[in-house]
């Protein structure tokens, strides 16, 4: 990987939606070199997606909240497959520490939110955070940057 991939996987990160022909004039290559560029940072895995970030409370998730769960009463598998039928849940990390997973999701209400944790409840020990502000909501990641 190179100073040009790397400019490439700014670029992306902060437009996804630029086109190879805005690329190619940014990093001063040709449209093909460019295209290949990403597609071999896609075939190695370094671009997960080309994706959209929504703001959550802008489409009536106006409740963004985290949940720590540990000491699950099943198994990590039935855990996980439950918690992916949730339209509320976002992002579900495995983590070490005290808990077993850090939950983010989000609702339109409180009420909603309780009857996730509710539900959450009885699967082990939950700690619950809502967020009040995001003052870093997403940082453009680059190679090299540490």
Do not use: C, W
């Amino acid at each position: 990987m190179d100073e040009i991939d790397r400019e490439l996987i700014i670029l992306l990160q902060e437009n996804s939606r630029i086109t190879m022909t805005e690329l190619s004039k940014k990093v001063n290559l040709s449209r093909p070199s460019v295209q290949e560029r990403v597609n071999k940072l896609l075939e190695k895995g370094v671009i997960e997606a080309f994706t959209v970030i929504v703001n959550p409370k802008k489409i009536g998730r106006k409740v963004v909240f985290y949940i720590e769960i540990s000491d699950l009463n099943l198994s990590y598998e039935e855990f996980v497959e439950i918690a992916l039928t949730k339209e509320a849940i976002t992002e579900i990390h495995a983590v070490t520490g005290g808990a077993n997973y850090i939950i983010k999701a989000s609702t339109p209400d409180v009420d909603s939110m309780n009857e996730l944790l509710e539900e959450f409840m009885g699967y082990g020990k939950i700690v619950t955070s809502i967020v009040l502000n995001s003052p870093l909501r997403r940082k453009i990641l680059a190679p090299g940057d540490f």
